[in-house]
């Protein structure tokens, strides 16, 4: 029958695989060929473009050893670098949270004019390159943009400080809850929030214990991702940072001017950053296997 | 039906409501449009309607879920559009039960009274001895740690009614409290659902769009169409005098005939009956209707108009006939009762004669306002004449 299929669509190893999708009962020999030349192709990309240059970075990182490694990973300036980069994380992180489900909320309960406005525009930081959100950044806020001036005068420096740093981050890593959220949320409908404020919740308690229970696993995959985003963007810190060794250089900056120097210990910072991304993924691996159910839009 | 349950006497502080010229309009879509409704206390009413004829509309502004563009509700003389939804006291069960999945069966009774501000919360003991006994009263007193998932539709359905009931409501809402049920489930939980009623005696309006629901039901039914109010009356009523030519379609299934009013006669199948209304006479416009029910075969052979049988089902001891009157290219539906069509013999392939034992007569106004119902008995069933609009004269 497969085989029947496979000449009507015009024959190919393509077109055997998507027979192969609709056969029924033991498929013919080209179908099973084509099956697996289809998952090699995929594993062969993949092993190229993302396992090979992983482990890349280990092995170049622990080249010269451990002692070494140790070492180019105690250098003040790289530790203060984490400790940047752990700091704006943590600042933009929540804040994003905290916009995902006010935004989620917003988009799931509320009627109102601009709905699918908000909705894209939401999405746009997807779309834009982070470059582009980095100058616009300092066109607002940079010493001769609209804000700068007064914000100086007020002794708050934005551009080429912390606060720049976090504005740039957050704008890159915004989508990222929200997107989580609203499907699921928008699926969900207002039923059962009604149902608890006829019964006498107020907002806060309809909110802890309605609505965050049944998120809980998506919001916390939405704010991994929005995490593991935050500490590897490079392009918009780049352009508000001012790469200041010691002061506002985040971890993605640091490798990138280590890399221009000192090649080994550019590869064992940035071993530090996959290590964090690895171990962010592997948090969203188990929790996509635990509650994977849940994350689906349909409970 | 209902269980024994250890009773504690619950002081459910029934009042009447009174429903005053409401109007809700999304858009151009008129939801609701100047329905004025009162409800006694402890009475079951039943809103029917077909979908879009504003009955949630309706329930949601009860609840406080919405707000009214205009009009008013009173409770026993407060006014309830200024309170909050929170503060309303009215219990709400959802169509599709709006369980909390995360909570326990109990947990989702306790719901309504673990909210509560803290000077008003009972002690912990005091609301599991209320969940219990509302669990009770539901027969579910088994199923205290199960999840919703793990329950069935009608168990769902009253776990949304116990939950309802844990605030002590003083006015319970119930929206298409059957519908997402099998049909075999929702006959049992009708009858049950009414004793329960009967035992509280709480003030309770539900929303249907299903007829035999509501009849079944409901003291008194009220009759929806296009966010207005067609007639209000207990199940009888809305059967034997239909308001309007929808409630007489919607109810009674009524179908139209050709009728027409020329003089003081109603011409019909090319005979003519006089009508002792003279309201009806001087209608704009007139519908005329007949009930399944109300078309019987001709006993002699050759009597009565002349109908084509188009088909005959046989459905659990009645009889549904499709018939086709000579002249009129509608279908009309009959309903005989198994020993009736048993005693009639009289359809040949040729057709058989049939009788129309009672026509209503809709006169409406220019406006479309149906000003006057008249039922005029066709002397062929030799039955009095009876004329509307809402009592019997014996002729």
């Not at chain 1, 928008?186 to 929030?193: R, V």
């Not at chain 2, 024994?4 to 009447?16: E, F, I, L, S």
């Amino acid at each position: 029958m497969a085989t029947a299929l496979d000449a009507a669509l015009g024959g190919g190893p393509l077109m055997a695989a998507v027979a192969a999708v609709v056969s029924i009962g033991r498929p013919a020999w080209p179908t099973r060929i084509a099956r697996v030349a289809l998952v090699l192709a995929a594993l062969t990309v993949l092993g190229w473009l993302m396992v090979l240059p992983l482990l890349a970075i280990f092995a170049e990182a622990l080249r010269h050893g451990l002692a070494f490694y140790l070492q180019a990973i105690r250098e003040p300036d790289t530790l203060a670098a984490v400790r940047l980069t752990l700091t704006v994380a943590a600042i933009a992180v929540p804040l994003n949270m905290v916009f995902g489900v006010a935004a989620a909320w917003s988009m799931a309960h509320f009627e109102f004019r601009g709905k699918t406005w908000l909705g894209a525009l939401i999405d746009l930081p997807f779309s834009i390159s982070p470059v582009v959100c980095g100058m616009v950044l300092i066109l607002v806020y940079g010493k001769d943009g609209w804000l700068g001036s007064w914000l100086e005068a007020q002794g708050l420096q934005v551009i080429f400080a912390m606060p720049g740093l976090v504005l740039a981050t957050v704008l890159v890593t915004l989508p990222y809850v929200a997107r989580e959220l609203i499907p699921l949320m928008q699926a969900q409908g207002s039923d059962q929030e009604e149902a608890a404020l006829t019964l006498g919740a107020s907002g806060w308690q309809i909110f802890f214990r309605v609505t965050l229970p049944r998120v809980r696993w998506a919001l916390l995959y939405g704010v991994l991702l929005c995490n593991a985003r935050a500490m590897g963007e490079f392009g918009a810190v780049y352009v508000v940072s001012g790469h200041l060794r010691g002061l506002t250089n985040t971890l993605p900056l640091q490798v990138d001017q280590l890399s221009q120097e000192n090649f080994s210990a550019a590869f064992a910072v940035a071993s530090l950053l996959a290590l964090l991304t690895v171990l962010t993924l592997g948090i969203k691996r188990l929790v996509e296997w635990r509650h994977g159910g849940e994350l689906r839009a349909n409970t | 039906m209902v269980a024994n349950c250890a009773p504690t006497p619950k002081d459910y502080r029934n009042m009447g409501i009174e429903i005053s010229r409401l109007r809700r309009q999304f858009g151009t879509f008129v939801a609701l449009d100047d329905v004025s409704l009162s409800i006694g206390d402890g009475e079951f009413v039943a809103v029917l309607g077909p979908s879009g004829s504003g009955k949630t509309s309706l329930l949601r502004i009860l609840a406080g879920l919405d707000q009214p563009d205009s009009g008013s509700v009173f409770r026993d003389g407060q006014n309830l559009l200024a309170l909050d939804a929170r503060r309303r006291g009215v219990g709400l069960v959802f169509q599709h039960y709006a369980l909390f999945p995360h909570m326990t069966v109990a947990q989702n009774v306790a719901f309504g009274l673990r909210v509560r501000p803290w000077r008003l919360r009972p002690k912990a003991q005091m609301i599991k001895t209320a969940v219990e006994e509302l669990l009770c009263k539901v027969e579910l007193e088994g199923l205290a740690g199960r999840y919703p998932s793990q329950l069935s539709g009608g168990q769902r359905q009253r776990v949304a009614l116990a939950r309802a009931l844990a605030i002590e409501p003083r006015l319970l809402l119930l929206d298409e409290p059957f519908g997402a049920l099998d049909a075999q489930v929702r006959v049992t939980l009708r009858g049950w659902l009414r004793e329960f009623h009967r035992s509280l005696g709480i003030t309770s309006l539900f929303v249907t769009h299903d007829q035999d629901e509501a009849l079944e039901m409901a003291d008194r039914v009220v009759v929806m169409n296009r966010g207005r109010i067609e007639q209000v009356g207990t199940p009888e009523q809305v059967y034997r005098q239909p308001a309007t030519p929808f409630v007489s379609r919607f109810i009674a299934r009524g179908q139209s005939l050709p009728g027409e009013v020329r003089g003081q006669h109603l011409h019909l199948f090319g005979h003519a009956w006089r009508i002792e209304n003279p309201a009806v006479v001087d209608a704009h416009e007139v519908a005329v209707h007949v009930r399944p029910e109300d078309i019987v075969p001709a006993v002699t052979p050759g009597d009565g108009l002349k109908a084509q049988l188009l088909s005959l089902r046989h459905v659990a001891g009645s009889v549904r006939a499709s018939l086709r009157v000579e002249n009129w290219d509608q279908p009309l539906e009959a309903h005989w009762s198994e020993r009736d069509w048993a005693r009639y013999s009289g359809a040949t392939d040729d057709g058989l004669g049939i009788h129309l034992q009672a026509v209503t007569v809709f006169a409406a106004d220019r406006e479309g306002r149906v000003h006057m119902r008249s039922t005029v008995h066709p002397p062929s069933a030799s039955a009095p004449v009876a004329v509307g609009p809402w009592r019997r004269i014996e002729a």
